[in-house]
C-alpha cells in the first residue's frame, strides 16, 4: 500500500509539472492575450493505473458491457411463396362422350338352333349382331355396326376375298357424297376398314374391322358391316373363302 500511494503522488506531481509548463510556455508565446483557465485533471486520473497494479487473483472492475440489438433485415418472400397468393389454376373441363362399345355388344357364346349350318355366318341387322354358327349347337356372337338409314340391304353372298390392313378405295358415288375423302388410302391403324376386311361376293360391301370401336351397335355405315379390330380377326382366323354369309 505504501508504494501505491508514493506511485500516485509521482503521478500527481507529474501532471502538475505539465499543466505548468503548458501554462508558461502559452503565457510567453501569447504575450498581451488571455491566458486559458487551468486545466483541471480528474480525480480519477490514476485509476487505469491503480488496477493495473492489482493482485491477479483480485476481481477486476469491468464496465457492463451493452448489448446491441441487430436488427434483422426483412426478408420478402416472393409471391409464389403463400398458397393463397398462387393463383388457382383450373384444369380444364374434360368433354364425357361415350367412347366405349356397349358390354351386350362385346364376344360371346350362346345358343343357335336356327337353320344355318356351321361355318355360316348370319347377320343381323336389326339387332347389330353376327352369328358364327358353330357344329356344337351354339353360335359365336359378335357386335356390329350397320348401314345407317337409306343404306340398309339383305341378301346371302360368299366371301370372295380376305386382306389384312386392307387398302381403301372409296366408291365413286362415296366420293360424291363426301368429296373431302381421298381417292386412296393405304392400310394400316388410320384406315377405316381396320386390321381385316372379309369382300362379299362382287358387291361393294366387305366385314371389314374399324378405328373407331364406339361406333359398334349402331347404325353408321354406308352399308358395310363394322366390327372392332379385335373381333374381325378372330372372325378372320375361324372362316375362309367360300364361306356362307346371311344378312337379314
Given at each position: 500500500?505504501?508504494?501505491?500511494?508514493?506511485?500516485?503522488?509521482?503521478?500527481?506531481?507529474?501532471?502538475?509539472?505539465?499543466?505548468?509548463?503548458?501554462?508558461?510556455?502559452?503565457?510567453?508565446?501569447?504575450?498581451?492575450?488571455?491566458?486559458?483557465?487551468?486545466?483541471?485533471?480528474?480525480?480519477?486520473?490514476?485509476?487505469?493505473?491503480?488496477?493495473?497494479?492489482?493482485?491477479?487473483?483480485?476481481?477486476?472492475?469491468?464496465?457492463?458491457?451493452?448489448?446491441?440489438?441487430?436488427?434483422?433485415?426483412?426478408?420478402?418472400?416472393?409471391?409464389?411463396?403463400?398458397?393463397?397468393?398462387?393463383?388457382?389454376?383450373?384444369q380444364p373441363k374434360t368433354q364425357r362422350t361415350?367412347?366405349?362399345?356397349?358390354?351386350?355388344?362385346?364376344?360371346?357364346?350362346?345358343?343357335?338352333?336356327?337353320?344355318?349350318?356351321?361355318?355360316?355366318?348370319?347377320?343381323?341387322?336389326?339387332?347389330?349382331?353376327?352369328?358364327?354358327?358353330?357344329?356344337?349347337?351354339?353360335?359365336?356372337?359378335?357386335?356390329?355396326?350397320?348401314?345407317?338409314?337409306?343404306?340398309?340391304?339383305?341378301?346371302?353372298?360368299?366371301?370372295?376375298?380376305?386382306?389384312?390392313?386392307?387398302?381403301?378405295?372409296?366408291?365413286?358415288?362415296?366420293?360424291?357424297?363426301?368429296?373431302?375423302?381421298?381417292?386412296?388410302?393405304?392400310?394400316g391403324p388410320e384406315n377405316p376398314l381396320g386390321?381385316?376386311?372379309?369382300?362379299?361376293?362382287?358387291?361393294?360391301?366387305?366385314?371389314?374391322?374399324?378405328?373407331?370401336?364406339?361406333?359398334?351397335?349402331?347404325?353408321?355405315?354406308?352399308?358395310?358391316?363394322?366390327?372392332?379390330?379385335?373381333?374381325?380377326?378372330?372372325?378372320?382366323?375361324?372362316?375362309?373363302?367360300?364361306?356362307?354369309?346371311?344378312?337379314?
Open positions: 500500500m505504501l508504494f501505491m500511494r508514493e506511485l500516485n503522488s509521482k503521478i500527481l506531481l507529474l501532471a502538475g509539472a505539465m499543466i505548468v509548463g503548458v501554462g508558461f510556455a502559452g503565457t510567453s508565446a501569447n504575450a498581451g492575450q488571455v491566458a486559458p483557465p487551468p486545466l483541471v485533471l480528474s480525480p480519477n486520473l490514476t485509476e487505469p493505473w491503480l488496477l493495473q497494479l492489482q493482485p491477479r487473483g483480485g476481481r477486476r472492475a469491468t464496465a457492463p458491457v451493452q448489448q446491441r440489438r441487430v436488427q434483422q433485415p426483412k426478408v420478402r418472400r416472393a409471391s409464389w411463396w403463400s398458397p393463397r397468393q398462387q393463383p388457382v389454376r383450373q361415350s367412347r366405349q362399345i356397349a358390354p351386350q355388344f362385346l364376344p360371346t357364346v350362346v345358343k343357335y338352333d336356327g337353320p344355318h349350318k356351321a361355318g355360316t355366318i348370319v347377320i343381323d341387322t336389326n339387332a347389330r349382331f353376327l352369328y358364327l354358327v358353330q357344329n356344337d349347337g351354339t353360335a359365336r356372337r359378335y357386335g356390329v355396326g350397320v348401314g345407317k338409314p337409306g343404306f340398309e340391304w339383305a341378301g346371302t353372298h360368299k366371301i370372295t376375298r380376305k386382306a389384312e390392313w386392307p387398302d381403301w378405295r372409296p366408291p365413286a358415288q362415296m366420293r360424291k357424297r363426301r368429296p373431302d375423302l381421298p381417292v386412296f388410302m393405304a392400310g386390321a381385316r376386311a372379309l369382300y362379299l361376293g362382287s358387291t361393294l360391301y366387305r366385314i371389314h374391322g374399324s378405328n373407331q370401336p364406339w361406333t359398334i351397335g349402331h347404325a353408321v355405315s354406308s352399308g358395310c358391316i363394322r366390327m372392332r379390330n379385335e373381333d374381325v380377326t378372330d372372325l378372320y382366323e375361324r372362316v375362309r373363302v367360300g364361306t356362307k354369309v346371311y344378312v337379314k
